[in-house]
Nanobody, 120 residues
Framework: QVQLVESGGGLVQPGGSLRLSCVVS????????MGWYRQHPGKERELVAK???????DFAESVKGRFAISRDNAKNSIYLLMNSLKPEDTAVYYC??????????????WGQGTQVTVSS
């Protein structure tokens, strides 16, 4: 069993910053790709940023230059630093990880989501 737990969401004014954290726990042999997705009401979940085991990153165009993603492999954690937040960044943010649970098993896992609201 693998669990992902996010934290750090909340209410922030436009132009402000938030830092999201996600910890992966449970039966873990290794973690390859990790990332953050978000879902606006009535919309499909979309990629915000991802980071490989070698720390290669990729960002959605809408957040490039404003968001940064990092990971701490020793802590099985990833982080999303969100700067210059806009009202359109309001969404539920989900942590995602590709986890190997044994030499022959593994899968994609999701956190429960954390609400980010950007509003004055």
């Amino acid at each position: 069993q693998v669990q992902l737990v996010e934290s750090g969401g909340g209410l922030v004014q436009p132009g402000g910053s938030l830092r999201l954290s996600c910890v992966v726990s449970g039966r873990i042999l290794s973690i390859t790709d990790m990332g953050w997705y978000r879902q606006h009401p009535g919309k499909e979940r979309e990629l915000v940023a991802k980071i490989s085991s070698g720390s290669i990153t990729d960002f959605a165009e809408s957040v490039k230059g404003r968001f940064a993603i990092s990971r701490d492999n020793a802590k099985n954690s990833i982080y999303l630093l969100m700067n210059s937040l806009k009202p359109e960044d309001t969404a539920v943010y989900y942590c995602h990880a590709l986890v190997r649970t044994s030499e022959t098993t593994g899968g994609f896992y999701w956190g429960q989501g954390t609400q980010v609201t950007v509003s004055s």
